[in-house]
């Protein structure tokens, strides 16, 4: 499956976007999802993940009541709703599906990943 990421961009403190990941090629309704973020000259870190089926959801303690992971397994959607931006949020936001079908917050459980978006918040 092909994941694209979109809905980056620019944004001021304190505003919200949401990034989409459309899966294209076959369903990935049986594969936990998740995102991750690279900041610049930092490594990709985990941000937050969901189980194929949008029953349990994990977030980095970083977004934790900040952000929401959500999807829509009957469009191949994958969804990360982010409030209360900080400059500190600023990376390039990937969209990643999991060899399994539980939530990880490990990059290494992840196989298939979009191409990233980028996010940047301004002060």
Known sequence: VQLQASGGG?????????LSCVASGRRFSNNGMGWFRQAPGEEREFVASITWNGGRRYYADSVK???TIS????????????NSLTPEDTAVYYCAESRFAIAS????????WGQGTLVTVSS
């Open 105 to 112: 917050s490990q990059a290494s459980d992840y196989t298939n």
């Open 10 to 18: 620019l944004v001021q403190t304190g505003g919200s976007l949401r």
């Open 65 to 67: 009541a900040r952000f």
């Open 71 to 82: 999807r829509d397994n009957s469009k191949n959607i994958l969804f990360l709703q982010m």
